[in-house]
């Protein structure tokens, strides 16, 4: 799906961001939140320690099964928070923003933050491009149908059923992003290499040798499925709702700022619960169109925006997310099906 009939420019468009941003700025809401933020430091950490320390004091036992349940939600939401790090929610500076980012992503979780930094701005700067956006790029799934007609004979296997796979294949997202995170220190552009690579080496350490210590080797090897598959299924689980499903643009495409952000996003409803759930990620609409807003404002800056676009006549996509992940899914169908 592209958006060839809604890309025609004019003159005024080049105004309509700007015009928005002015609303939104003498609303306040670009403004940091630090208690917010402090606070939201301190539950999470408190959160993702205090699984660590349940995992010590329960000992060899299946019981662990839970803990690692738990832990996986615990390590999603740190990544929330490295994730707001990386947009400078938290502070106006770059120097506290990479450390927040580093402690919560290379030591905390085992994710590089220079290589999710180097992937999510170029995701920004062309959400749903097929040549410019990494997160559409044919990797294990296919995301057009062009990609899927580029495969070979397993390949176009796969692509016929990846929507039934989906969610089972995020099982393995957890231990993809380890592997990304690692490939990444060799070839992908970082401000802090070794330090990074360091970091993720003292995290993958600390963290086989916490859980061979404690568990028995089948014991621990059902744990660490459990952690990091969940991991996996919580992440994608996130991020599948916001653009799949949406219009893939092309070269051929014309669209401003303001067009190119919201004709490619889709919010998700569902009050406070998944405002927590999703990391403030259901305001994905909002938060292209101001990265660097404070999460606890993009609630706020809904109301804002969706006037705005319907004044503007532009498409404004929100849903539930039960029907986001229906989305997403048809639209994965479609994509590895193409006419033959």
Known sequence: MTVGALAQPTQKRGSDYAQLSKRVNAAGLMERRPGWYTAKLVFTGLLFIGGWVAFFAVGDSWWQALVGVFLAVATTQVAFLGHDAGHRQMFRTRRPSEVTGLIAGNLAIGLSYGWWMDKHTR?????????????????ALVWTQEQALERGRFGRWLGRWQAYLFFPLLTLEGLNLHYASFRAIKDTPMRHRRLEAVLLVVH?????????????????????????????????????????????????????????????????????????????????????????????????????????????????????????????LRHLHEAGNPPR
């Open 123 to 139: 995701h920004h700067a062309n959400p749903n491009h097929e040549d410019e956006d990494p997160d559409v790029g044919a990797g």
């Open 204 to 328: 993958s350490i600390a963290y086989l040798a916490a859980v061979f210590a404690v568990l028995s080797p089948v014991k621990a090897l059902v744990f660490i499925a459990i952690h990091q598959g969940l991991w996996g299924v919580y992440m994608g689980c996130s991020f599948a709702p916001n653009h799949k499903g949406m219009p893939v643009l092309t070269a051929e495409d014309d669209l401003d700022y303001l067009r190119k952000q919201v004709l490619t996003s889709r919010n998700v409803r569902g009050g406070r619960v998944v405002d927590f759930a999703l990391g403030g990620l259901n305001y994905q609409i909002e938060h292209h169109l101001f990265p660097s807003m404070p999460r606890p404002n993009l609630r706020k800056v809904q109301p804002i925006v969706r006037d705005y676009c319907a004044e503007q006549g532009i498409a404004y996509e929100e849903t539930g997310l039960l029907d986001s992940y229906g989305q997403a």
